[in-house]
């Protein structure tokens, strides 16, 4: 009884292996969904450079300062820089994902607010399949955990310990050379623990590396 299952599938796969053969052997064959990528497909690696504007607040990690006013640093209205950089795969023309690595900055006087963090990336095109200048037209979301510090000013440090971090954006790829595309992007950044909280808006030149089609 066993042969004869096993006997059955090893034909059963046999026949699946040879009907890919066949219909990949004329370039056709898709994977049955009839579509072929146009502008983006396999390996992407995103970098971005930019500048940010924000603020951020927080106290020591450490319990007893948690909420006590003497503690409590504070950016206010801060200017610096974001960078980041992701590695991922196109999965069709209108859907990026990738992981990756962001660095923030922020400086107001003599307090300076800068953290990293890892994060997940997805990027889709909605409007794809209205062609033209709309196949470059991205939104994005990013999230992972980081960490950030408050400093300077000669008072104590406030500590985020580990962060949540979330970035909504969008993204505009009009230069395309060779297998690169290269174009602005504006992201709102939110990192959040129980000890500190950063709100920024970045906006960075984006160089991204596409493998195909």
């Known amino acids: 009884m066993n042969r004869l299952v096993l006997s059955c599938a090893l034909l059963g796969f046999s026949s699946i292996t040879h009907l890919a053969h066949a ?20 390996f992407v690696a995103s970098i971005g450079l930019g500048l940010a504007l924000g603020e951020a607040s927080g106290y020591p990690n450490e319990i007893a300062k948690l909420g006590d006013p003497a503690y409590k640093r504070n950016t206010g209205v801060a200017f610096g820089g974001a960078d980041h950089l992701w ?4 999965l069709t023309d209108y859907l990026v994902v990738g992981l990756g ?5 922020i400086k107001h006087d003599q ?13 889709g095109y909605p409007l794809f399949y209205r062609g033209s200048a709309f196949q470059d037209l991205s939104l994005f979301a990013d999230f992972g955990a980081g960490g950030m510090k408050i400093t300077g000013n000669d008072r104590p440090d406030a500590d985020g310990g580990l962060m949540s971090v979330l970035g909504l954006g969008a993204g505009y790829e009009p230069v395309r050379f060779w297998r690169f595309t290269f174009g602005p992007t504006v992201e709102y950044w939110h990192w959040w623990s129980q000890t500190l909280t950063m709100n ?5 030149a984006k160089l991204t590396l596409v493998a195909g089609p």
Request: aromatic share 10%; proline share 0%.
């Open 23 to 42: 219909e990949s052997a004329d370039g056709t064959w898709d994977g049955d969904y009839k579509q072929v990528a146009r502008r983006r497909s396999g």
């Open 87 to 90: 590695l991922g795969g196109a």
């Open 101 to 105: 690595f962001v660095i923030t900055g």
């Open 111 to 123: 307090t300076t607010a800068g953290g990293s963090a890892f994060v997940f990336h997805v990027q």
């Open 200 to 204: 920024s808006v970045a906006v960075e």
